[in-house]
């Protein structure tokens, strides 16, 4: 139980940063896992193809609020084509403990919700912005 | 108790095993049931000596293959208090049961408009089915909602019901533990000129059925809850809708004649059993059906009223409003399905905790997410108990639960 749940995991649960909504996001997405519905929103501000600024909100278990903190520290200040190229097993190395396949989704879904608000992200540079912004 | 349960344990081989040096406190029988080794000795007896297909060859085994099979279906349609085997048809499991009906005299019988009713605890089992036909050919869905008590709330089932075609609905909760009492819902449902499809996957297990007493229309069960195998199942029926039904699946079996220009369909139950049966499965289930019997449902039902109200008591005495319990509170309303929740701690932290101790509970939404929408909360554990569970086992939860408590606490 250690293995999982190690000091620095709980920590992130119990207090996990970029906690909160952020103002005037420029991209937002709330992903959900199947397996236990649990739901997180996870918002974006970019500034010159840097993501300036990143929030989430939603419950969830330890091991999916850690890696929402932990993956938000990580991209806050990176330009988005870096964070673009984040990949699971990345997450999974910034986690640092061992998942097993059930509850990898818990894991992966602040990945999976980050990937989804950058694609929206990049659908809406393609296209032309619609009236207000996209929340 | 009127279970010697020591005596049933020794009958389950992965109960004697341990996990992390802990013995394996199983508490998801409402997800899925262990077996028995007569189960297990059965399915192997079949096809070590007497394994053929069924219905088709003339030569010995295939003979014995089939009367096995054939009487597998006779236990089945005893124990579930239906007279004639010809109205018992195996499926894969009650989904495909439900699915059946949808498919087969949804399609048949019901037109856009018309109102099927279904009940915020049903099991997404019996949701989806009836959304796709909802898709197809618009029928609409009622709900009828749950009480504080998670109860079915009745108050307005007169008006819910009123011009409604079908009503749909689960014998007991696999998230609730509640038990529905079926005949005056089915006699509402006749008055209102609905017929009723009953999901009895989470009562057959655990209390005498008699389908005929609930004067139901459907009846949809699946093996694996209640001892048998998996990759069986089978839906009850009337007579007389299972003969003006058309069939489900064409293929071999399931037909009388086939022609260039056409088929004909085979006698009930064949009539809907296309390809080749869960064979091995079916004699599975009829062993775990003997199993049951031998104990007695009146006794396995009084053994785990008994245990749910131990259960219920020693969860409200060390955690007191510390833990949501979602259910009835009353024994007499309700099963050993128990579902629960530290407010501050997620479920899935909650069994993982157990887990580490050998103890096994199911947590997510339980295959019901409009339930969870009106509990308004994601996902809960849910320990679930049968035959071989004792207070030993609650104990064990209560004090992994202790534990995980105190991980989590913030
Ligand atoms: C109430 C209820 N209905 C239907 C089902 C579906 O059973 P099966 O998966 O065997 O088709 C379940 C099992 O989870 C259930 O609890």
């Known amino acids: ?135 | 108790m009127s279970l010697d349960v020591a005596r049933i344990q020794a009958d389950f081989p992965i109960l004697t095993e341990t996990r992390n040096g802990n013995r394996l406190v199983y508490l998801d029988s409402a997800s899925s049931a262990q077996k028995p080794v007569s189960v297990m000795a059965a399915m192997d007896e079949l096809m070590t000596h007497s394994y053929a297909n069924v219905h088709r060859g003339v030569y010995a085994i295939a003979e014995e293959a089939t009367a096995r099979f054939e009487a597998a279906r006779r236990s089945v349609a005893t124990f579930i208090g239906a007279g004639d085997t010809a109205e018992l048809v195996f499926t894969r499991n009650a989904t495909e049961a439900i699915n059946l009906v949808a498919y087969s005299w949804g399609r048949a019988n019901l037109h856009a408009g018309d109102v099927v009713v279904l009940t915020e605890m049903e099991h997404h089992a019996n949701i989806v089915p009836w959304h796709m036909l909802a898709a197809e050919i618009g029928i609409e869905l009622r709900w009828i909602p749950i009480d504080d008590e998670y109860r079915l709330d009745l108050s307005s089932l007169g008006q819910l019901l009123d011009g409604a075609a079908l009503l749909a609905v689960t014998a007991m909760s696999n998230v609730l533990g509640t038990v529905n009492d079926i005949p005056p819902l089915v006699a509402a449902a006749r008055a209102a000129g609905a017929a009723v499809l009953v999901d009895a996957s989470q009562a057959a297990p655990h209390m005498s059925i008699d389908v005929q007493a609930w004067g139901a229309d459907f009846v949809a069960i699946t093996a694996h809850k209640m001892l048998g195998p998996s990759g069986i199942g089978a839906l009850w029926a009337r007579r007389e809708l299972l003969e003006a039904m058309p069939p489900f699946l064409g293929g071999g079996e399931m037909i009388r004649d086939v022609r260039k220009d056409g088929f004909t369909t085979n006698e009930l139950p064949w009539k809907f059993e296309a390809g080749t049966p869960a064979i091995t499965e079916a004699v599975g289930w009829g062993a775990a059906i003997d199993y049951l019997e031998a104990l007695g449902m009146d006794a396995v039902h009084e053994h785990e009223q008994a245990l749910t109200s131990y259960a219920l008591a020693a969860l409200a005495d060390r955690f007191g409003d510390g833990l949501t319990v979602y259910g009835p509170r009353s024994v007499d309303l309700r099963g050993g399905v128990i579902s629960f929740l530290f407010p501050e701690i997620h479920a899935h932290d909650v069994s993982q905790v157990l887990d580490e101790e050998g103890i096994c509970v199911r947590a997510g939404h339980h295959c019901a997410k409009p339930l969870m929408k009106v509990l308004q909360i994601p996902a809960t554990s849910r320990a679930s108990l049968y035959v071989y569970n004792n207070e030993a086992d609650v104990d064990a939860l209560v004090e992994g639960l202790s534990k995980a408590e105190k991980f989590f606490s913030i």
């Open chain 1, 1 to 135: 139980m250690d293995d999982l749940y190690r000091d620095y995991i709980l920590e992130h649960y119990r207090r996990p940063h970029n906690f909160g909504v952020i103002d005037e996001p420029t991209a937002s997405f709330e992903g959900s896992n199947p397996l236990c519905g649990d739901r997180i929103t996870v918002q974006l501000g970019i500034t010159d193809g840097v993501v300036e600024r990143v929030g989430f909100t939603g419950r969830g278990c330890a091991i999916s609020q850690a890696s929402a903190s932990l993956l938000t520290d990580e991209i806050k200040g990176k330009p988005v084509a870096d964070v673009a190229a984040l990949r699971a097993d990345d997450l999974l190395d910034l986690l640092g403990i061992d998942i097993s396949p059930a509850r990898l989704k818990c894991a992966m879904l602040s990945h999976e919700t980050l990937q989804k608000a950058l694609a929206e992200t990049d659908a809406a540079s393609a296209t032309p912005a619609p009236e207000g912004s996209p929340a």
